[in-house]
């Protein structure tokens, strides 16, 4: 059990590294310079290479690197330049509405996803159990992102019943929780009809239904 969990740990610690790896090289590799894209075309030489300095970009690519990692590991992310604050403090801002979306989203998902399952594999091979799986398969096959724009369109644009952005309360919440929950409602569904469906043709079963 040990040797198991030190193995997860170092795939774990491993699969991190490349991330952040990962991350460093995009960023570094991507067109343009950060100096230059955080302060504006038309910024005067002296301020883009005071910027440089300061974010550290003026050092070699390894010098770079390391003071990443070693930033990484103390949860030190970085500067956003977007909102000229700390990345961590702007990520953990936005945490508690993260986890609420994801719980939407999981309620959502193993509610109807566990309905269309036991429904469909109730009666494995009935019309029902093909109707359903093939919507599930559909529904899986869907791209996330199209989902969320054709839930907009429809329910806020053409409809006009929930709004298309914003926050705070639970109409705002409908829109991205059922978006993130259309694929693994699909896959929640199409798993519980398995089960149901090999539980439905064990013995005991089959010998229970004569008996009522």
């Known amino acids: 059990m040990g040797a198991f969990l030190l193995r997860r740990l170092a795939v774990g610690l491993f699969t991190i590294w490349g991330v952040l790896t990962a991350v460093f090289l995009i960023v570094r590799l991507a067109p343009g310079d950060q100096a230059t894209v955080a302060l504006g075309p038309d910024a005067a030489p002296g301020q883009i290479a005071e910027l440089r300095h300061t974010l550290g970009l003026d050092r070699p690519v390894l010098v770079q ?10 949860g030190d992310f970085g500067r956003s330049s977007r909102y000229g604050r700390p990345a961590m403090e702007a990520v953990l801002e936005r945490f508690p509405a993260t986890v609420t979306l994801t719980l939407a989203a999981t309620v959502i ?3 109807v996803g566990i309905v269309l399952g036991v429904v469909a594999g109730h009666r494995p091979g009935s019309l029902v159990d093909r109707t359903t799986s093939t919507v599930t398969l559909g529904l899986q096959a869907l791209p996330p992102f199209w989902v969320g724009v054709m839930l907009i369109l429809v329910l806020a644009l053409w409809l ?3 709004p298309s952005a914003g926050g ?3 109409e705002h ?3 991205p929780a059922v978006t993130l929950a259309v694929p693994f409602t699909a896959l929640v569904g199409r798993i519980t009809r398995s ?3 090999e539980t439905m043709s064990e013995a005991y079963v089959r010998t229970a239904r004569p008996r009522g």
């Open 160 to 162: 006009r019943v929930l």
């Open 65 to 74: 690197y390391l003071v990443f990692l070693g930033d990484a590991v103390r």
């Open 109 to 111: 998902a193993v509610a």
């Open 168 to 170: 705070g309360d639970l």
């Open 195 to 197: 089960g149901v469906a």
């Open 173 to 175: 919440l409908v829109l």
